[in-house]
């Protein structure tokens, strides 16, 4: 468990996992996880003050490439 909880999205190709266990705000963490692991999300934040602590992601692509997001985000959040 990565301590990044997450509505179980419906009929949507998104999901907007909570990441405030991790001790970065929304705009940092995206920043951070873009340059050191090259997995793209959006900060919550762009999506209202009720977004802040989350981030967007979308997995519209094959479950191969949505695996090695999900390994590479696992790296970045046990570094974070």
């Known amino acids: 468990d990565l301590g990044l909880h997450c509505f179980e999205p419906r009929g949507a190709f998104y999901c907007f996992p909570n990441i405030t266990s991790t001790g970065l705000s929304d705009e940092v963490f995206a920043e951070r996880l873009l340059r050191e692991e090259k997995v793209v999300v959006v900060p919550g934040g762009a999506f209202g003050e009720r977004g802040r602590g989350h981030v967007r992601a979308c997995y519209a692509t094959s479950l191969e490439k ?9 790296r970045f959040v046990e570094r974070a």
């Open 66 to 74: 949505i695996e090695e997001a999900g390994d590479r985000i696992a």
